[in-house]
T-cell receptor, first 110, second 113 residues
Framework: GQQVMQIPQYQHVQEGEDFTTYCNSS?????IQWYKQRPGGHPVFLIQ?????EVKKQKRLTFQFGEAKKNSSLHITATQTTDVGTYFC??????????FGDGTTLTVKP | DAGVTQSPTHLIKTRGQQVTLRCSPK?????VSWYQQALGQGPQFIFQ???????QRGNFPDRFSGHQFPNYSSELNVNALLLGDSALYLC????????????FGPGTRLTVL
């Protein structure tokens, strides 16, 4: 079945440093979503990418979808303490059956 | 506008028991998915309901079953609980089968002793 891998598992940064998490799928994805989960919270939808090579930005966050639609990345510029949490990618296969990676947990040292 | 709500918040059961978790989707949403999230892992898809029917199912045994009601709310039932069923159970709703943006509820923390 479809597998989605994320690296790194953990990332510790100093406030102001950049952060990147990578997502790789074993199969071609119809789309990919990114979620953020704060400690003790639930996943919150950030964005969805659909097109090959697509790049979207949300303030300090940049999301990319690979040309082959099998990988994606999330980059945060100049991290802040409010960025802490676990970032998940979820590959969309058949509508609704999203396969989540195990996430990258970001900690930010002030 | 109420988001996705789930009940109960926490639940403690013993092995072999049965449990029912409940979910009310976000207003205007008719599609509900259930996920199991073990500690330190990503959510694992259990199944999805639309028009009161199970439309998609993940790799979970038949002990996991569900239901969707005419008002789009949903239940997740787990029979013959195992210790390994301890997890956060998340409900997510979307505006229809063609929509991939999901809104998650706060989850139900199930502990099986």
């Amino acid at each position: 079945g479809q597998q989605v891998m994320q690296i790194p598992q953990y990332q510790h940064v100093q406030e102001g440093e950049d952060f990147t998490t990578y997502c790789n799928s074993s199969t071609t994805l119809s789309n990919i979503q990114w979620y953020k989960q704060r400690p003790g919270g639930h996943p919150v939808f950030l964005i969805q990418l659909v097109k090959s090579g697509e790049v979207k930005k949300q303030k300090r966050l940049t999301f990319q979808f690979g040309e082959a639609k099998k990988n994606s990345s999330l980059h945060i510029t100049a991290t802040q303490t409010t960025d802490v949490g676990t970032y998940f990618c979820a590959g969309g296969g058949n509508a609704g059956k999203s396969t989540f990676g195990d996430g990258t947990t970001l900690t930010v040292k002030p | 506008d109420a988001g996705v709500t789930q009940s109960p918040t926490h639940l403690i059961k013993t092995r072999g028991q049965q449990v029912t978790l409940r979910c009310s989707p976000k207003s205007g949403h008719d599609t509900v998915s259930w996920y199991q999230q073990a500690l330190g892992q990503g959510p694992q898809f259990i199944f999805q309901y639309y028009e009161e029917e199970e439309r998609q199912r993940g790799n979970f045994p038949d002990r996991f079953s569900g239901h969707q009601f005419p008002n789009y709310s949903s239940e997740l039932n787990v029979n013959a609980l195992l210790l390994g069923d301890s997890a956060l159970y998340l409900c997510a709703s979307r505006g229809g089968l063609g929509y991939n943006e999901q809104f998650f509820g706060p989850g139900t923390r199930l502990t099986v002793l």
